[in-house]
């Protein structure tokens, strides 16, 4: 069974920089990434869990909340069967727990309901 395991968290300042990875656990090493869409989700305290970046299993096409677009990037890595968020120009706004999750085949939804695996989340802080 797929389990996903996000890491590279942690505390920035405003304009600063951060990059996410998403990979499988020890035990889902076998299952390679590029079969499943990959969706980045996040989710402030109060708030509902909202879509953040996707990329699907067709070509690589990738989707962007218009909160983030221009400022990260997410990509697969075929080699390290993981999947990236790069996060550049952060904002106080963009603070919350990030959860990685999978989806087998292809979507263009960034919408949770879609997705059937989820991460345990890795907190990203970002001062003003």
């Known amino acids: 069974q797929l389990q996903v395991v996000e890491s590279g968290g942690g505390l920035v300042e405003a304009g600063g920089s951060l990059s996410l990875s998403c990979g499988t656990s020890?035990?889902?090493?076998?299952?390679?990434?590029?079969?499943?869409?990959i969706g980045w989700f996040r989710q402030a305290p109060g708030t509902e869990r909202e879509g953040v970046a996707s990329?699907?299993?067709?070509?690589?096409?990738?989707n962007y909340a218009a909160s983030v677009k221009g400022r990260f990037t997410i990509s697969r890595d075929r080699a390290r069967n993981t999947v990236h968020l790069q996060m550049d120009n952060l904002k106080p706004e963009d603070t919350g727990v990030y959860y990685c999750?999978?989806?087998?085949?292809?979507?263009?939804?960034?919408?949770?309901?879609?997705?059937?695996?989820w991460g345990q989340g890795t907190q990203v802080t970002v001062s003003s």
């Open positions: 020890a035990s889902a090493s076998g299952f390679p990434l590029n079969a499943y869409t």
């Open positions: 990329i699907s299993t067709d070509e690589d096409k990738t």
């Open positions: 999750a999978a989806k087998s085949g292809p979507t263009e939804y960034l919408v949770p309901t879609y997705y059937d695996t």
